[in-house]
């Protein structure tokens, strides 16, 4: 079982509230949250998936745990998030 000492929300992005960084490998997994993964993948019905989620998220914990004080609710951090569309999988003619 994946044990954090926080949970990751994102605040003040337009429109949207209650966003959370979590594990996760469907899209059932989340509601509009962010996945994080080191890899992607897709199912027989073309449905995509997430690998290795809950080392991603751990990898970002090991990054924002230095400005985590134990005994306090909240610490903010500056982050910027891009978001790209790229071609996941190519189709080639044989």
Known sequence: M???KYVLTLEDVPGFNLIRVHSGVKI???RGCPLPGL???MD???NFSV???REALKR???ILDP???EGEMDFGVEIWWEVRREL???FVKI
């Open 28 to 30: 059932g997994d989340t």
């Open 88 to 90: 996941l999988i190519q």
């Open 51 to 53: 690998a290795r989620s």
């Open 67 to 69: 400005f985590f004080v």
């Open 2 to 4: 994946l044990k954090l």
């Open 44 to 46: 027989t019905n073309s």
């Open 60 to 62: 970002i914990h090991r």
């Open 39 to 41: 890899a992607t993948d």
